[in-house]
């Protein structure tokens, strides 16, 4: 099967090593993705308007891979504040209420950035 790298441009892909996405034969895998927009960060502080931000971006990286948000089984979330739990839960269910795939939401001590509140990553099957 021929495997398909998909990059945002983001300096980081580089120097890590790592793609946006990953597609092989049907399945695409999400690399974990951040509220940024041109480099800037979305919603500082704001948990709601970063996971906005952040589903914005993995269904544009989906749409480059040749999926659709309603092609997502899972999703994992990663926060640093899980007392934010309802912000975040909200902006996913806005996006995925009819889709519904397997997902989870794990705390962790910090992100690459302190402003940034989660991270998500995503699995798609077309």
Same mark, same amino acid.
């Given at each position: 099967?021929?495997?398909?790298? !998909? ?6 892909e580089?120097? *890590?090593?790592? &793609?946006?996405? +990953?597609?092989?034969?049907? *399945?695409?895998? +999400? &690399?974990?993705? /951040? ?11 704001? %948990? ?19 999926a659709?948000?309603? @092609? +997502?089984i899972?999703?994992?979330?990663? +926060?640093? @504040?899980?007392s934010?739990w309802e912000?975040?839960g ?5 996006v995925?209420h %009819? !889709? ?6 794990v705390?962790? %001590?910090?992100?690459? @950035?302190? @402003?940034?509140?989660?991270e998500?990553?995503? &699995? %798609? /099957?077309?």
């Open positions: 099967m021929e495997r398909v790298n !998909i990059a945002t441009g983001a300096p980081w580089e120097i *890590v090593g790592y &793609s946006r996405a +990953v597609r092989i034969g049907n *399945v695409i895998e +999400v &690399s974990g993705t /951040v509220a940024l927009k041109e480099g800037d960060l979305v919603g500082k502080g704001n %948990a709601y308007l970063q996971t906005k931000r952040i589903l914005e971006i993995i269904e544009e990286v989906l749409i480059q891979a040749g659709h948000m309603k @092609d +997502v899972r999703t994992r979330i990663y +926060v640093t @504040d899980i934010q912000e975040i909200r902006a996913h269910g806005e995925f %009819a !889709i519904r795939p397997a997902t989870s939401m705390e962790v %001590a910090q992100l690459i @950035d302190p @402003d940034y509140l989660l998500i990553e995503a &699995s %798609a /099957v077309v």
